[in-house]
């Protein structure tokens, strides 16, 4: 599908004849109703072959083909829909493919409930993934719960890892809690002592990569990023 044109800047429109507008005007109508002609004809062509899908790699090839169409709202939520397959491989390539909705609210909300619904690591690891990747902050709750909890420790990377995609600042004091929480805990007693300094092994460079990408600042202390 090719992209609706944007519309010229303010100031070249104003230089526009009343002919040339109108012209314009007529261009974009055209260009979104052959966007949108194409659109319906995807979903239609997809939702025939998903009838005759004969198994599950059918189905997640399918999921593939239509997120390959051009950015649309219609095409987001009939991806959407598949984040609930039964089928992992599926759920993974509806969730790969929203991942390309950068900054898209309905899809970071689809992949939130997605998360929370996810039932093994590696589900939640790829709901994260993609989270990040659309780096909308409706889901910066859902993702900090799964560094500011004790969550596993590959979960825990992946929200870490998801948070410094969001390119969000909100996403910094979040990353600086948790880290500042890990150099605490090594403090007290011994056991907590022992597994917050394992933790803190594990996830101190990935929290220190996170917090440099969201700031432009690289500091190897936490305390650093407080001065």
Do not use: C
Request: charged share 30%; no cysteine; net charge neutral.
């Amino acid at each position: 599908l090719a992209p609706v044109p944007a519309a010229p800047a303010s100031d070249d429109a104003k230089d526009l004849s009343a002919e040339d507008k109108a012209a314009l005007v007529a261009a974009e109508k055209e260009q979104r109703r052959r966007h949108d002609e194409a659109v319906k004809q995807a979903i239609d062509e997809f939702k025939k072959a998903l009838r005759e899908a004969k198994n599950i790699s059918d189905r997640a090839a399918l999921v593939k083909k239509l997120s390959e169409n051009e950015r649309d709202p219609k095409v987001q939520a009939e991806l959407a829909r598949f984040l609930g397959d039964p089928a992992e491989t599926v759920r993974i390539e509806a969730m790969g493919a929203l991942s390309h909705y950068r900054r898209d609210r309905a899809a970071a909300a689809a992949l939130a409930g997605a998360l929370a619904g996810a039932r093994t690591a590696s589900m939640q690891g790829y709901a994260l993934d993609a989270l990040g990747a659309v780096g909308h902050e409706i889901a910066l709750p859902a993702i900090a719960r799964h560094v500011t909890e004790k969550t596993e420790e590959r979960v825990m990377l992946s929200a870490i890892r998801a948070l410094g995609e969001t390119n969000l600042a909100g996403a910094v004091p979040v990353l600086i809690e948790a880290w500042e929480k890990l150099e605490k805990e090594k403090t007290k007693g011994d056991e907590q002592k022992k597994a917050a300094e394992e933790r803190l092994k594990a996830v101190e460079n990935p929290l220190m990569a996170s917090v440099a990408a969201l700031t432009g600042q690289r500091h190897s202390t936490v305390s650093d990023y407080r001065t």
